[in-house]
């Protein structure tokens, strides 16, 4: 655990739902701190379709490549296999020894086909992963799969997060009810592309696997790349779902499974805002009027992603400048005189200069407030994007200057 949690975490681990078709079991391996718990396992029922997004950084780890190369159309038995502590990226070719290494022992304990155990690993980048500590584990970890291990499986995942993230949905389909549960970490390292975490998702519903791939691709970019804690892009971004079909209801084209599929996602990726390391504030950049989606999209990043504005916020400073500096670097298409910037509802900025009707005083007190809301509107045309980001405190710099120690 990074120190105290998070003062913007949720109250409690939510209920979730056992989902039919999956099991858990977590166990202290060892791989970087002693008695702490960082391996957990999932097993998927035979029929389960496999879909994933995955890091696009060019020095993605070892793990991740090995799962972009697994994933396809089959459906059949599979397991998730997931350490903390210990990233295995830019580990050269021990790196790959050692997936292949915990695939087999995985195969070997599990009787799962190798090609079909997706591993994934959050830690430490450059350092060789002990997987002989994992491999030791599996007979245990096989032993104690049960369907109630999903909250186990979300400690095991976390590094520097200050609370185990989870979030689930049920969701009728032609009169027929289906489960969607979701685990998650990322607290720092976090950036779109596709954000810097892990993220587990399960249902019970039948999926046909490229068009599960496909939706999973979609809703991401509407949630997990629109967040941002720090701006910097993990090696290890893995998202992770299946569909284990033994609801025995088909949820392929279904337009509630996917808004419910996108709420699951949309939670946990606040979630992972709210824990981001050193956070106190929440905040939520919403852009319109914008030449196109693209160019908004451009605004609400570079605005999420500054860190003046973003220490403003933590030092409860309505610095509106901030903003305007933040639309200008952007490379979107801006014009002076049709900007307008609100501080939740107070028109802060508008024609080009401070709005007439402005209040320090009002906006300092909206400031001290946990949720912030920042609105620009472009004035040009209809494009919109909204972003999710937090403030940045020292606490941030206390956290990553000895993350390694």
Request: with cysteine; proline share 4%.
């Amino acid at each position: 655990m990074a120190g105290p949690v998070s003062p913007l975490a949720p109250a409690a681990f939510p209920a979730l739902p056992e989902i039919a078709g999956v099991r858990f079991a977590s166990v202290a391996a060892g791989v970087r701190y002693a008695n702490r718990t960082d391996v957990m396992l999932a097993e998927l029922a035979e029929g389960s379709a496999v879909a994933g997004v995955f890091t696009r950084s060019s020095t993605r780890s070892a793990p991740v490549r090995d799962c972009e190369a697994k994933i396809g159309a089959q459906t059949s038995r599979a397991a998730f296999l997931v350490n903390s502590g210990n990233s295995n990226a830019f580990t050269g070719q021990a790196g790959e020894r050692s997936v292949a290494e915990i695939s087999a022992a995985v195969a070997q304990a599990t009787g799962i086909d190798a090609a079909r155990v997706f591993t994934s690993s959050t830690g430490v980048i450059g350092e060789p992963l002990p997987h002989e500590r994992i491999v030791a584990k599996l007979g245990e970890l096989n032993a104690a799969l049960e369907p109630s291990g999903i909250e186990g499986a979300a400690r095991a995942i976390m590094t520097t997060d200050t609370f185990p993230k989870g979030a689930t949905e049920t969701v009728e389909i032609d009169g027929k009810s289906v489960k969607i549960a979701g685990i998650a970490k990322g607290s720092g390292m976090i950036a779109p592309d596709m954000a810097t975490m892990l993220v587990y998702i399960f249902t019970d519903a039948k999926h046909d696997q490229p068009a599960l791939q496909a939706l999973l691709r979609e809703i991401t970019d509407r949630t997990f790349n629109c967040i941002t804690v720090d701006s910097d892009t993990s090696t290890s971004d893995t998202l992770l779902m299946a569909a284990t079909g033994a609801s025995g209801v088909d949820a392929t084209g279904s337009a509630d499974f996917a808004a419910g599929l996108e709420r699951v996602m949309l939670d946990l990726a606040h979630q992972v805002v709210r824990d981001g390391e050193g956070a106190t504030k929440f905040v939520e950049i919403r852009v319109s009027g914008a030449a196109s989606d693209a160019d908004a999209r451009r605004v609400a990043m570079a605005t999420a992603n500054s860190p003046l504005v973003k220490t403003a916020i933590a030092g409860e400073d309505p610095n509106w400048g901030r903003v305007v500096m933040a639309v200008g670097k952007s490379g979107a298409e801006a014009d002076r005189d049709r900007l307008s910037i609100r501080f939740g509802e107070i028109l802060v900025a508008e024609k080009g200069w401070v709005s007439p009707s402005y209040s320090e005083e009002k906006a300092a007190a909206y400031m001290k407030g946990q949720e912030i809301v920042i609105g620009v509107d472009l004035g040009l045309g209809t494009g919109k994007a909204v972003a999710w980001t937090c403030d940045l405190t020292h606490r941030y710099i206390d956290i990553n200057a000895d993350y390694r120690s």
